[in-house]
């Protein structure tokens, strides 16, 4: 399987073919990758060319060392994980697909395939593919999962059964069955080993609580949060989890990276359900909007903005 653009191809030579005698060619539109649960296109990601050259290198190395060994499931999964490191989810989609038909008992397989479906907004197969990922992780020894795109430290944070559980109660949440998320998430507390997978899983696990009306139990989640936390690369959400238990006011969050549509989407995303479980409705959607109106479509805030705006009548 040789990895092509045929729809960028033909983007290009129909924006050529469209332009005005002796005008510029019009930049050709990426493809779109997926719709957003508020029924907009959403394109492959843009990024900067230091990034894209990078990030092509490491796809480059992946195929050489997927064509070496093409039935691999190792080589397999990291050509999948940097196409998707690329934008190229679709393709991703793909290589992990051709993978579960060679290795149909290997839980990786079906655990990045559910985290690719997660990001183009295919909740029922994101769902189905980790539901069949956690089934065969039960009773398995935990494995360390290696990063594609490793923190400061250079140490990896999660785990395979971690990332399954995690993804899982992230599939449900998105899709509004919080006793379901509630479920997958306590699993995923139970093999969450380092502060930083703690507080990534805590943050939901409270965010879920809250909407089941569990308050009581969502502050007990909140009561091992310090500030002293060991993070390496989770500081989102230990903010997230500062703000809600009143350590940190909610535009701290935001101040500073107003611009920066990572932070928008990653802490706004924690700030609009601040003022949502507050009762100021009003600013909730304000800050959902910003959210969404980003450029950072395949952070799980902004797929969680959409998903709330959705849910409050696609009010955008």
Not at 45 to 52: C, E, F, K, N, Q
Not at 66 to 83: H, K, M, Q, V
Request: net charge neutral; with cysteine.
């Amino acid at each position: 399987m040789k990895i092509r653009l045929p729809l960028l191809a033909l983007s290009t030579a129909l924006a050529a073919a469209c332009a005005r005698p002796g005008a510029a060619p019009l930049p050709a539109p990426l493809p779109v990758e997926a719709t957003s649960l508020l029924g907009r296109p959403l394109h492959r990601p843009t990024l900067d060319s230091a990034t894209r050259v990078r990030l092509e290198a490491n796809l480059a190395a992946a195929q050489a060392e997927w064509e070496r060994a093409p039935d691999d499931a190792d080589r397999i999964i990291w050509l999948g994980r940097r196409l998707a490191y690329l934008g190229r989810y679709r393709e991703a989609i793909d290589v992990f697909s051709r993978g579960i038909e060679k290795h149909p008992g290997d839980a990786r397989l079906y655990r990045h395939r559910g985290h690719r479906y997660v990001t183009v907004r295919e909740l029922d197969r994101a769902v189905a593919d980790l539901s069949r990922a956690a089934e065969l992780v039960r009773g398995t020894p935990d494995a360390v999962e290696p990063d594609g795109a490793p923190n400061r430290y250079n140490v990896p944070t999660s785990t395979l059964h971690s990332n399954v559980w995690y993804h899982l109660g992230l599939a449900h949440y998105l899709r509004g069955d919080f006793d379901r998320a509630l479920d997958a998430y306590r699993e995923a507390m139970e093999v969450s080993t380092n502060d930083d997978m703690r507080v990534a899983t805590a943050d939901w696990l409270y965010m879920t609580l809250r909407r089941l009306g569990r308050h009581e139990e969502a502050a007990r989640v909140l009561e091992p949060i310090r500030r002293d936390m060991r993070i390496l690369e989770n500081d989102a959400y230990h903010r997230r989890l500062l703000m809600y238990k009143g350590e940190l006011p909610p535009d701290s969050l935001l101040a500073g990276g107003e611009d920066d549509p990572v932070t928008v989407a990653t802490q706004g995303y924690g700030v609009g359900n601040w003022y949502l479980y507050n009762g100021d409705r009003a600013r909730a959607v304000e800050t959902f909007r910003r959210v969404v109106e980003g450029s950072n479509w395949s952070a799980f805030g902004y797929i969680a903005a959409e998903a709330e705006l959705a849910r409050m009548g696609g009010r955008r």
